[in-house]
């Protein structure tokens, strides 16, 4: 190649360099037009701006991620982690650019992507304790509780005076059932930071799984004594009143819980549970209103709802409630024996017998199904069926059925 071919080059070169660094700043021009509509509240506008700063400089990965999280946060998140990934192909050693896939992956239910993402940050950043974190988090949702045991494990031996930390390892052994190691990892929290309201609370629930129902209120008096505006607490004692047969203040606490918080539908089931032991069931019916508004596919709600309708006459509100219930857990005998009984006040036989079918093949034990059935097949003229059904009815403990034996099946 001759000299003037070289100088020629090197021209060509550095004239692409500088097109190559003028189209960068344009870009970073744009992402500051858009963050400055983002404030604003103009999002379009933002997101016109950060598509324009991706168009004019492709190979931009900070572009892509401005664009990235506005989508997410427009709930657009498969266009999001288009972007993101395309963030990844620019810059794959970015443990931030994984660290926020892996979050968007969490809102999309993609546990398994945000762990594979996590462990790719804490590989390319192996002493960031916050991304450790936010992998047993993931590992903690996905039920995958041994390795998050061990993450937290080597976490606590770096940090031994987080108390979060202790905090999830105690939740940890809660969800593997291992009440006593628990209520060890709570209680050592607790020597830490002994006023902080969590901590009492999470050591009540440890109690509660230990049956321990006067250690747990003790804790759960402790907790609300430093902080009387946590619903959570309020909601658990009731729970234990309820345990020690008081109901009057089992009641008092679910309403405070719901006075301080009206989004959570476990508070307002578990207190239509003590109106429809008070005999109150129209507000029993209500409160299973309110939960189902919030979580449509309550399944236990569903079902407690069809009783109470079915009680207050409202038979047309019971069946469909017990069909969404069917609809929700095909394989809930519970639900069957539900519709069964609701064909049986109507005096479809059949349909009854049907439902007593499907809920007996799935639970042949189910005493209240047998029952039931017996007596539909004794209003069906098959008193030798319906013989047989009370006596397993009464074997598998139904009082009734026996009773029942006495009438129908003396011969």
């Not at 021209?11 to 858009?34: K, M, P, W």
């Not at 400089?57 to 401005?66: E, Q, R, T």
């Not at 992956?105 to 991304?131: C, F, Q, T």
Request: with cysteine.
């Amino acid at each position: 190649m001759t000299r003037l071919h070289l100088l020629l080059l090197s021209v060509l070169l550095a004239a692409l360099g500088q097109a190559q660094i003028n189209n960068r700043l344009e870009s970073i021009q744009l992402i500051q037009q858009g963050d400055i509509q983002l404030r604003l509240g103009n999002s379009e506008q933002a997101l016109m701006h950060y598509t324009n700063a991706i168009q004019k400089d492709m190979a931009f990965a900070d572009a892509y991620m401005k664009r990235a999280a506005l989508l997410s946060r427009l709930g657009q998140n498969m266009q999001a982690l288009a972007d993101m990934d395309r963030a990844l192909e620019l810059n794959p050693y970015s443990e931030w650019i994984h660290d926020r896939r892996a979050k968007t992956r969490m809102l999309m239910n993609d546990v398994k992507g945000a762990m594979d993402d996590w462990s790719d940050a804490i590989e390319l950043h192996p002493y960031d304790e916050l991304l450790r974190e936010h992998r047993v988090d993931a590992l903690m949702d996905a039920g995958d509780l041994e390795r998050a045991a061990a993450d937290l494990d080597s976490m606590i031996t770096r940090k031994p005076h987080d108390v979060l930390l202790y905090l999830k390892r105690g939740s940890v052994e809660l969800q593997i059932g291992n009440g006593p190691q628990a209520l060890e990892w709570f209680d050592r929290a607790a020597d830490i930071s002994p006023r902080l309201a969590i901590i009492h609370d999470l050591r009540a629930v440890a109690l509660m799984k230990l049956k321990r129902w006067s250690d747990a209120l003790a804790a759960l008096n402790t907790a609300l004594s430093l902080d009387d505006h946590f619903d959570l607490a309020y909601y658990n004692r009731g729970l234990v009143h309820l345990q020690l047969g008081d109901e009057g203040r089992a009641r008092a606490d679910m309403d405070q819980a719901l006075a301080l918080s009206q989004d959570k539908a476990h508070v307002f089931f578990q207190r239509a549970l003590v109106r429809k032991r008070d005999g109150d069931l129209s507000g029993a019916q209500e409160d299973y209103d309110r939960a189902l508004e919030l979580a449509p596919d309550y399944l236990e709600a569903q079902y407690n709802r069809a009783f109470v309708r079915k009680h207050l006459g409202d038979n047309a509100g019971a069946f469909a409630d017990v069909g969404r219930a069917i609809q929700l857990a095909p394989d809930d005998p519970d639900a069957w024996t539900m519709k069964g009984n609701l064909h049986m006040l109507y005096s479809e036989h059949a349909d009854a017998i049907t439902c007593y079918d499907r809920a007996i093949g799935l639970r042949p034990d189910q005493a209240n199904a047998l029952f039931n059935r017996g007596l539909a097949f004794q209003m069906t003229y098959r008193p030798l069926q319906g013989c047989e059904d009370l006596r397993r009815a009464a074997d598998a403990g139904s009082p009734e059925a026996a009773d029942a034996i006495t009438y129908f099946c003396a011969f």
